[in-house]
């Protein structure tokens, strides 16, 4: 089993940059493949990017494409997720998600680990 909590999320005008982290807990981080998504108020959870145990896969979400990049160190634990270009739309409550598998994953179901997430505004 793996603990994540979020951090890094904030209220920032449009066009600015944020950078997320997720900070897993135990000593088997390197064996799970790692997602960001997110949720908008009266939306559904929705994929942003997800990168695989070793960071060789990568998947991005059309909408973040050019504009925000996962990464990870597997020496620390940690997961990030940095936001540039940010607009309006991508105002969400974002939540990083594990799953103990090589395989990289863009659907909510197939992640049975989660943080509390962490709130992003946007402003215009």
């Known amino acids: 089993q793996v603990h994540l909590v979020e951090s890094g999320g904030g209220l920032v005008q449009a066009g600015g940059s944020l950078r997320l982290s997720c900070a897993a807990s135990?000593?088997?981080?390197?064996?799970?493949?790692m997602g960001w998504f997110r949720q908008a108020p009266g939306k559904e959870r929705e994929f942003v990017a997800a990168?695989?145990?070793?960071?060789?896969?990568?998947a991005y979400a059309d909408s973040v494409k050019g504009r925000f990049t996962i990464s990870r160190d597997n020496a620390k634990n940690t997961v990030y997720l940095q936001m540039n270009s940010l607009k309006p739309e991508d105002t969400a409550v974002y939540y990083c998600?594990?799953?103990?598998?090589?395989?990289?994953?863009?659907?909510?179901?197939?992640?049975?680990?989660w943080g509390q997430g962490t709130q992003v505004t946007v402003s215009s």
């Open positions: 135990g000593r088997t981080f390197s064996t799970y493949a």
């Open positions: 990168i695989s145990r070793s960071g060789e896969n990568i």
């Open positions: 998600a594990a799953r103990f598998s090589v395989l990289v994953q863009t659907t909510p179901h197939e992640y049975p680990y």
